[in-house]
């Protein structure tokens, strides 16, 4: 088929008759830029050591932003300057901050809120409907996801890449998942704890959600994980000292640290890093 790019990098056909597979158009002159959604090549991600593949092209200039700390879709409304990668995100942030537009789940008495259709749509499919569309079709793997951004995380683990790399003061800590390097900003140089213990004449708070849930157990008592190796029973109220109570059961000490040639090695990843905090003051 014989395209054209315009400007925008879209594609549009020339003085002939094409079927569009994405949505089965045919005409001869597409005089609107019909966008040409899918192709037999694939397009690869330049960043260095990114291993983004897609064969839709207007998925790769999405991902490319990522990398970009230029912010390109800008708020003007009232001066307000703010400024997003995503066109998508911009739209939300005007209908939530601006324009206060919302749109309600009626699922079930759900009623909850979103900034933008696509955002309730995603919700629906996600929570209530439980659709997983989207498969891996990496070897033995097969895995199922609700969206396709979580897919092309998921894939990225697959090839080793990590393509989300943290800016925050010359971090350039990388990881193979946004959610990933948001949850590191947000623990790591942020110090957020949005998560708050609301027991009485407690009040910790945690940064991550699941460390709530576990501090929580602490004033249940509730010791429900168990040891079961070669009938130890030792109970424990985390899951995580479970874990690293049973690597004492065992001699091999897989975790090393490689800090400044240190010979330190532990038998949890927990111990390890506990290690590098308090010896090497990282």
């Known amino acids: 088929m014989k395209t054209i790019e315009c400007e925008n990098n879209d594609y549009f056909s020339i003085?002939?008759?094409?079927?569009c597979n994405s949505c089965k158009i045919s005409d001869?002159?597409?005089?609107?830029?019909?966008?040409?959604?899918?192709?037999?090549?694939?397009?690869h991600c330049f960043w260095p050591k990114c291993q983004f593949t897609t064969n839709i092209k207007r998925d790769l200039h999405r991902h490319q932003s990522i990398h970009?700390?230029?912010?390109?879709?800008?708020?003007?409304?009232?001066?307000?300057?703010?400024?997003?990668?995503?066109?998508?995100?911009?739209?939300?942030?005007?209908?939530?901050?601006?324009?206060?537009?919302?749109?309600i789940c009626d699922f079930n008495e759900c009623h909850k809120c979103f900034t933008t259709k696509q955002q309730l749509y995603r919700h629906k499919s996600c929570v209530h409907l439980n659709e997983r569309k989207f498969k891996c079709n990496e070897e033995n793997c097969g895995k199922k996801f609700t969206t396709k951004q979580n897919l092309i995380s998921h894939k990225?683990?697959?090839?080793?890449?990590?393509?989300?790399?943290?800016?925050?003061?010359?971090?350039?800590?990388?990881?193979?998942?946004?959610?990933a390097l948001n949850r590191h900003?947000?623990?790591?140089?942020?110090?957020?704890?949005?998560?708050?213990?609301?027991e009485e004449n407690c009040g910790k708070s945690f940064?991550?959600?699941?460390?709530?849930?576990?501090?929580?157990?602490?004033?249940?008592?509730?010791?429900?994980?168990?040891?079961?190796?070669?009938?130890c029973l030792r109970a424990f109220i985390r899951k995580s000292d479970l874990n690293d109570h049973k690597s004492t059961h065992l001699t091999v000490k897989p975790f090393k640290c490689h800090y400044n040639d240190c010979d330190g090695s532990y038998i949890s990843l927990r111990y390890l890093r506990k290690h590098i905090r308090c010896r090497h003051k990282i």
């Open 185 to 198: 900003k947000s623990c790591v140089h942020l110090n957020e704890r949005k998560f708050k213990c609301n």
């Open 68 to 103: 970009s700390e230029i912010k390109q879709f800008k708020c003007n409304f009232n001066n307000c300057k703010k400024s997003y990668n995503y066109a998508g995100d911009l739209k939300g942030h005007m209908n939530n901050v601006h324009l206060n537009v919302r749109f």
């Open 156 to 179: 990225n683990i697959h090839l080793g890449g990590k393509a989300f790399v943290c800016h925050f003061n010359d971090c350039n800590k990388s990881f193979s998942q946004k959610c």
């Open 207 to 231: 940064a991550r959600n699941e460390n709530l849930t576990e501090h929580k157990l602490r004033h249940s008592g509730d010791k429900q994980f168990i040891c079961d190796f070669n009938g």
């Open 28 to 43: 001869k002159m597409l005089n609107n830029c019909h966008i040409i959604t899918k192709s037999d090549d694939y397009f």
């Open 15 to 19: 003085n002939q008759t094409i079927d």
